[in-house]
């Protein structure tokens, strides 16, 4: 019997080296052991006017059951190379062969401690689903993303336990082709850290960096202010 197939959309510039592709990977490999056969495609890759390119990726889509987007914010938005691969599949249309609806996640994560502020770009998300009529599965939206850093995901451990904990069971509902329930989304959207844990953190590590080249004593330093 055919594995059905899991897509995992990388929509990070950063690639391989984002936290995009890192909360991607550990959610892929979650659908590997639910039995799922799984792609990954990093967008920063598609190139729509190169054909062998379009046809790739519309390929891809058209034999999955399941697509995953994860991806930064940019700007209150997604960044260009996945706004563009989504124009593209719109306009291409791509339903699965079989007819039946793939369904979509939007995973999206920021810097930003508040998770909140991703919003507006699961509502393009969403939107692009009703667009070329995938089935909504739900949207992750993380905040503190810095916070994830070099950390293990499968640790489970510290600030990540809770996001972890919340992808392990995402991962059982995606299999099932089911949306995310909300206690899974509010595990999921919680903050990884207190704001002011998160800030502290921040501020302490932007200090390092200034050390490294011996300004850490001039950050407040405004040299262009007008004295007059």
Same mark, same amino acid.
């Given at each position: 019997m055919n594995k059905k197939q899991c897509l995992l959309l990388v929509g990070s510039p950063r690639g391989l080296k984002s936290n995009s592709y890192k909360i991607g990977s550990y959610l892929s490999n979650k659908m590997l052991d639910n039995g799922f056969m799984v792609k990954e495609y990093l967008l920063r890759d598609f190139n729509s006017s190169n054909n062998k390119s379009l046809v790739s990726l519309m390929e891809l889509i058209r034999e999955s059951e399941i697509i995953v987007l994860t991806s930064p914010l940019y700007v209150d938005s997604l960044p260009s190379i996945v706004i563009e691969a989504m124009e593209v599949i719109a306009?291409?249309?791509?339903t699965k062969k079989t007819g039946n609806k793939q369904g979509f996640l939007a995973v999206i994560n920021s810097g930003f401690p508040e998770p909140v502020q991703n919003d507006t770009a699961l509502k393009i998300c969403l939107n692009f689903t009703r667009k070329v009529d995938f089935k909504w599965l739900g949207g992750l939206k993380i905040g503190g993303g810095p916070a994830i850093g070099k950390q293990v995901l499968e640790d489970k451990q510290g600030l990540l336990k809770n996001m972890v904990i919340?992808?392990?069971?995402?991962?059982g509902r995606l299999a099932k082709g089911e949306s995310l329930p909300e206690d899974v989304l509010s595990l999921l959207n919680k903050p990884l850290a207190p704001k &002011?844990?998160?800030?502290?953190?921040? @501020?302490?590590g932007? &200090?390092?960096?200034?050390?490294?080249? @011996?300004?850490?004593k001039k950050l407040y330093a405004m040299?262009?202010?007008d004295t007059e």
């Open positions: 306009e291409k249309c791509c919340g992808l392990d069971m995402a991962a &002011w844990l998160y800030l502290t953190i921040l @501020n302490f932007w &200090w390092f960096q200034a050390r490294k080249y @011996n300004v850490h040299p262009y202010q």
